[in-house]
C-alpha cells in the first residue's frame, strides 16, 4: 500500500538536485565564522527580509528561543498569542531557557489587536513584571495555516513599538504567507524587530532555520546559539541545502495551497466532518470529527489502516498538510479514502 503522508511539511525528504547541491557545497567551520555557503545564505536571507544581519540555526524551535533569550531579561513577561508554537509546542521553553513569564492572550486567527496589546501591556512599577517582547506566528498553525494580514501586523507592530515593546515572529511558514497573500518577504519583514524562518517545513530542506534581525541584535543571538548548543561546524552542507530550497521550492508551495484547497472542497459534502472553508489559506486544512461519532484516535487509525496519515489536532479535530512529496493524485486518493470512510 503506498501510504499518503499528511502529517505535516517536516515529512519532505530532500529531492537528488538537493542532496546534489548539498554535496558540492564549499565548507568551513562554521563557529568561526568561516563557512561561505552559511555565510552566502545569511546574506541572501538578510536581504530577503531587508534586514541587516542573519544567523543560522538548526531549527525553528531553536530560532524562537534564542530569538526571545536575545530580547529579554530574566523576570521579563512577553504577550504570546495563546495558540502559537512557541508557547503550545515548545514545551516551556521560554520558562526554562530565558526565565521569562509567558502572558497568553487569545487571538482571532492567530492575530492579536493594538487594543488587545493596550490592555495587557503593564505599566511600569517596582512590583510588575517588565513588558519587553510581543511574539506572533504567520502563518498560524493552530488556525490551519492562516495568513496574518500584514495591515493588521503593521498597525499592532507600529502600537507595540511605542509601548517600547519588541516583537518578534515565528515565521516557521512566512513563505507560505507570502506566496498565498502577495505580500513581499521584507514587508512582513519591516513589521519585526527579529524573525526564526525555516527552511525544513514547506520548502523541503533536511535541516535549518534562520534568525534575522540588526546586527547588534544578531550578535547578541550568536552568543546565545553557541549557550544553547547551537554552533554547528561545516554548516554549509545544511545551508546548500536551505538555498536549494530557497531558489527552488517557494514558488510551488502554490501548488500546495491549491491541493490543500481542492482536498478541503472535496470533503465538504461529507456531514460527518466540520471544515471551516476560511481557514484553508495555505497548505493545511483542520477538519473537527465529532460529528462521526468516532473518537480523534479511531479516525487517525482507520485513515492510517488505509494509508493516509494526519496528526491529531486539539481535542477532536484532525490536520492534514500539503507538501512538495504529495501530488494532486495523491490527494485524490486521500479524499476517496475519506469518503469511503466518513460516506
Ligand atoms: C509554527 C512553527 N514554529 C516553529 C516550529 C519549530 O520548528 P522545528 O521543528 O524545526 O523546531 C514549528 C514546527 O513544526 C512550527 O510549526
Known amino acids: ?12 525528504i530532500p529531492t537528488p538536485a538537493m ?3 548539498m554535496m558540492s557545497a564549499s565548507v568551513g567551520d562554521d563557529v568561526y565564522g ?8 545569511q546574506e541572501k536571507v538578510s536581504a530577503l527580509f531587508g534586514k541587516e544581519s542573519a544567523l543560522f540555526v538548526p531549527s525553528g524551535t531553536m530560532g524562537n528561543q534564542v530569538s526571545i533569550k536575545t530580547h529579554t531579561e530574566p523576570g521579563d513577561e512577553v504577550i504570546v498569542e495563546e495558540e502559537a508554537h512557541v508557547f503550545v509546542y515548545e514545551t516551556a521553553g521560554p520558562a526554562i ?18 487594543d488587545q496589546i493596550r490592555e495587557t501591556v503593564r505599566p511600569p512599577g517596582y512590583h510588575l513584571p517588565r513588558t519587553r517582547l510581543l511574539c506572533l506566528e504567520n502563518t498560524h498553525g493552530r ?7 500584514v495591515k493588521d501586523l503593521r498597525t499592532v507592530s507600529d502600537y507595540a513599538r511605542g509601548e517600547g515593546l ?14 498565498a497573500s502577495g505580500v513581499a518577504l521584507r514587508d512582513y519583514g519591516s513589521c519585526f524587530d527579529s524573525l526564526s524562518v525555516c527552511f525544513s517545513k514547506g520548502l523541503g530542506a533536511p535541516v535549518g532555520s534562520m534568525i534575522v534581525g540588526d546586527r547588534a541584535f544578531i550578535d547578541r543571538a550568536r552568543h546565545f546559539r553557541k549557550i544553547f548548543g547551537g554552533g554547528m561546524r561545516q554548516a554549509g552542507f545544511l545551508a546548500a541545502a ?12 502554490a501548488d500546495d495551497h491549491k491541493n490543500a484547497r481542492w482536498f478541503a472542497e472535496s470533503l465538504m459534502g461529507l456531514s460527518q466532518l466540520e471544515i471551516d472553508l476560511d481557514n484553508v489559506q495555505t497548505n493545511m486544512v ?11 484516535r479511531e479516525v487517525l487509525e482507520l485513515l492510517a489502516g488505509k494509508g493516509v496519515l494526519l496528526t491529531p489536532e486539539r481535542h477532536s479535530g484532525i490536520r492534514a498538510v500539503t507538501h512538495l512529496n504529495v501530488s494532486r493524485t495523491d490527494v485524490e486518493t486521500a479524499s476517496k479514502v475519506f469518503h469511503s470512510i466518513f460516506q
Open 1 to 12: 500500500m503506498n501510504t499518503i503522508d499528511l502529517r505535516s511539511d517536516t515529512v519532505t
Open 19 to 21: 542532496l546534489q547541491a
Open 34 to 41: 568561516e563557512d561561505p555557503t552559511v555565510n552566502a545564505l
Open 97 to 114: 531557557l530565558s526565565a521569562v513569564q509567558l502572558r497568553t492572550v487569545r487571538g482571532t486567527r492567530g492575530m492579536l489587536s493594538a
Open 143 to 149: 488556525s490551519g495555516g492562516v495568513v496574518l494580514p
Open 166 to 179: 519588541k516583537i518578534h515572529l515565528d515565521g516557521a511558514r512566512i513563505w507560505n504567507a507570502s506566496v
Open 242 to 253: 536551505a538555498t536549494y530550497a530557497l531558489d527552488h521550492n517557494i514558488a510551488r508551495l
Open 286 to 296: 483542520i477538519m473537527d470529527v465529532k460529528r462521526s461519532g468516532r473518537s480523534q
